[in-house]
């Protein structure tokens, strides 16, 4: 709905045949409408969903040049708050399932070709509210490195991205927790005087991807994409911070 939907929109405009995935399936046909691209309703939490999704891709492009996946699951609640289930739920977003994917895709990957999966800034320097989110992806770009190991027929690129709007990603937080967790990362120094749209974001994405895919002797193992905008201090600019930010969770 956010990332995902401006990468593959990009991919689309760049000549590229595509097979877009995701949960709801309204928003997947709406893009497709606007792409070409063939639709696989799928959840990478399911293995058989997966599963589905590579033999779709078998089915309509044969082999797979590139594979993007923009998942990112992560609720707002300290982790004092975080029950096993939840972690459990975050980890197969961000985690399990995104490995279960690469295993399912691995065998229709052309040589040389590249998954790239997107992990987050907090990695190493987590949030407040977050913490069981930061942990996932902390996990997810270690498995990449063993990935990189193990098969090194396939290309394997980790894009951590820093705060970037619109998306969806914090639609269902609490007002008044964000409002909360705001201002403590305003004391941390973690918020920034304006993120990176979502549209040059994922231009930017796909211009670092298409410039090196043709050449499969060339890795691009680490992306960071972060806004260039110096962060906040701990004073009264923050009341603007979060009225903007409280305003924005209810309206994207």
């Not at 894009?159 to 004391?187: I, Q």
Request: overall charge negative; glycine content about 8%; charged content about 20%.
């Amino acid at each position: 709905a956010g990332i995902g939907r401006a990468v593959a929109s990009r991919l689309a405009a760049a000549g590229a045949r595509l097979v877009v995935a995701a949960r709801r399936r309204e928003a997947l046909e709406e893009l497709a409408e606007q792409t070409g691209a063939t639709v696989a309703v799928a959840d990478v939490c399911r293995s058989d969903d997966c599963q589905r999704l590579a033999e779709t891709a078998t089915d309509v492009l044969g082999q797979v040049d590139l594979a993007v996946s923009t998942v990112g699951y992560a609720p707002l609640q300290r982790l004092r708050d975080a029950d096993e289930g939840q972690w459990h739920e975050i980890l197969s977003a961000n985690l399990v399932g995104a490995n279960q994917l690469i295993r399912s895709l691995l065998p229709v990957m052309a040589a040389g070709g590249m998954i790239t999966l997107l992990s987050s800034e907090s990695v190493g320097n987590p949030r407040a509210g977050l913490g069981p989110y930061a942990a996932a992806k902390a996990g997810l770009e270690e498995s990449l490195r063993a990935w990189r190991r193990e098969e090194p027929q396939v290309r394997f690129c980790c894009a951590a991205v820093g705060a970037t709007l619109p998306t969806e990603f914090g639609n269902h937080y609490h007002p008044d927790l964000l409002e909360s967790m705001l201002v403590e990362w305003s004391r941390w120094g973690m918020i920034q005087q304006f993120s990176m749209d979502t549209e040059d974001l994922a231009a930017a994405l796909v211009g670092a991807l298409a410039g090196v895919l043709p050449y499969p002797a060339v890795g691009l193992e680490t992306l960071v994409l972060r806004s260039p905008a110096p962060v906040i201090t701990p004073t009264s600019d923050v009341a603007e911070i979060v009225t903007w930010a409280v305003t924005t969770s209810r309206t994207d």
